[in-house]
């Protein structure tokens, strides 16, 4: 059958790499899932937002001549939320939305009985990431300071 391109399908996540997710898609290709079409905010961590045998939509962006297909989650999600695209058959099964995976403390292992939240909800504001920033900041400058002052032979040798 293949893929065309601007197509919007179902696939599988088969293996997570630290610059995306290679997905199945329903046909039997597979494609990859560059880090930065995972989610319009910034992905840090791939398994953040997928994990193996997540169901996805993704759009075909590319299919190059050596086989490789170019995948996209976010505009997939974009396209359908707009609604004008039509979704091809292969996608029209229900799919479960993919979960951030552990949070902060980077542990995937899914064995939590309690419900995950999504990465956008513990945010913390602009104020308080810059006055974090501004600490530690001011920390490493003062441990620069103080190692750099050991090697001269104090504050006093001039």
């Given at each position: 059958?293949?893929?065309?391109?601007?197509?919007?399908?179902?696939?599988?996540v088969v293996r997570l790499l630290d610059y995306g997710a290679?997905?199945?898609?329903?046909?039997?290709?597979?494609?990859?899932?560059?880090?930065?079409?995972?989610?319009?905010?910034?992905?840090?961590?791939?398994?953040?937002?997928?994990?193996?045998?997540?169901?996805?939509?993704?759009?075909?962006?590319?299919?190059?001549?050596?086989?490789?297909?170019?995948?996209?989650?976010?505009?997939?999600?974009?396209?359908?939320?707009?609604?004008?695209?039509?979704?091809?058959?292969?996608?029209q099964a229900p799919v479960r939305e993919p979960v951030a995976?552990?949070?902060?403390?980077?542990?995937?292992?899914?064995?939590?009985?309690?419900?995950?939240?999504?990465?956008r909800e513990g945010r913390a504001s602009f104020e308080d990431?810059?006055?974090?920033?501004?600490?530690?900041?001011?920390?490493?400058?003062?441990?620069?300071?103080?190692?750099?002052?050991?090697?001269?032979?104090?504050?006093?040798?001039?």
């Amino acid at each position: 059958m293949g893929v065309e391109v601007g197509q919007i399908v179902r696939g599988t996540v088969v293996r997570l790499l630290d610059y995306g997710a290679l997905v199945r898609l329903d046909d039997g290709t597979t494609g990859l899932v560059h880090i930065s079409e995972i989610d319009p905010s910034y992905v840090r961590n791939v398994s953040d937002f997928m994990r193996l045998n997540d169901e996805v939509i993704v759009k075909v962006l590319a299919a190059g001549e050596r086989g490789k297909i170019e995948l996209s989650v976010k505009q997939a999600k974009a396209a359908l939320a707009e609604g004008g695209t039509e979704i091809t058959a292969l996608a029209q099964a229900p799919v479960r939305e993919p979960v951030a995976a552990g949070g902060r403390n980077g542990s995937g292992d899914g064995d939590s009985q309690e419900p995950m939240m999504g990465r956008r909800e513990g945010r913390a504001s602009f104020e308080d990431k810059m006055g974090d920033f501004m600490r530690s900041s001011s920390e490493r400058l003062g441990d620069i300071k103080r190692n750099v002052e050991t090697k001269r032979g104090g504050k006093n040798t001039r």
